[in-house]
């Protein structure tokens, strides 16, 4: 199994569409979590953390459920813009080294 | 914010020669940095984890004559692909850690070199 399992789309919306990604973790003891954005054949950059109890940023949310090692991001309203590949990212070291692990991303693409 | 330079971007070199990828970071001092491989449709891979004055610690199955890493001081990290084949053909990328930071602050990354072997 895959320390860090992601959809792996492509996802291909409408403007204005909501789209949510699922991704799964199997290190029980990972503390800290992220979303990156990943545009083609650059590097990732951050999108946001992710918090125990939830956390938004504009049109972005994330939720975590540690019960599950269950970890979602939420995108409403989309633009063309948010056209990328989005990685779900887990530190598994609690503690310990900034030593992350990326899923292979879910990709996706939004269409006029 | 922290800012984190790599270079080159891209480097196309014959198989058998050796490539330097330098990372460095721009505002601050990173006492950790870390590199990362990416092939087409995968997730970024962990190669090797570099501490400023000290040997990397590289990741089950990166050969550590192969690449070599050197982190000479604290704002600056390398990494040679020596004797290159087509196979490393890849998206490399550095993050790096400054003295300090908790283990859930995010890393910021450098913008990637993406290396063609021929």
């Known amino acids: 199994r895959k320390e860090v399992e992601q959809d792996p789309g492509p996802f291909n919306v409408p403007e204005g569409a909501t789209v949510a990604f699922n991704c799964t973790y199997s290190?029980?003891?990972?503390?800290?979590f992220f979303w990156y954005r990943q545009d083609c054949r650059k590097e990732p950059k951050l999108l946001m953390s992710v918090y125990s109890s939830g956390n938004e940023d504009g049109r972005f949310t994330a939720q975590l459920n540690r019960a599950s090692q269950y970890i979602s991001l939420l995108i409403r309203d989309s633009k063309l813009s948010d056209s990328a590949t989005y990685l779900c990212?887990?530190?598994?070291?609690?503690?310990?080294?900034?030593?992350?692990?990326f899923g292979a991303g879910t990709r996706l693409a939004v269409h006029p | 914010g922290a800012v984190v330079s790599q270079h080159p971007s891209r480097v196309i070199c014959k198989s058998g020669t050796s490539v330097k990828i330098e990372c460095r970071s721009l505002d601050f001092q990173a006492t950790t940095m870390f590199w990362y491989r990416q092939f087409p449709k995968q997730s970024l891979m962990l190669m090797a984890t570099?501490?400023?004055?000290?040997?990397?610690?590289?990741e089950q199955g990166v050969e550590k004559d192969k690449f070599l890493i050197n982190h000479a001081s604290l704002t600056l990290s390398t990494l040679t692909v020596t004797s290159a084949h087509p196979e490393d053909s890849s998206f490399y990328i550095c993050?790096?850690?400054?003295?300090?930071?908790?283990?859930?602050?995010?890393?910021?990354f450098g913008n990637g070199t993406r290396l063609t072997v021929t």
């Open positions: 993050s790096a850690e400054s003295a300090g930071r908790s283990y859930n602050s995010p890393l910021h």
């Open positions: 990212v887990v530190n598994p070291t609690p503690g310990g080294y900034n030593k992350l692990i």
């Open positions: 290190n029980s003891a990972s503390q800290s």
């Open positions: 570099s501490n400023e004055g000290s040997k990397a610690t590289y």
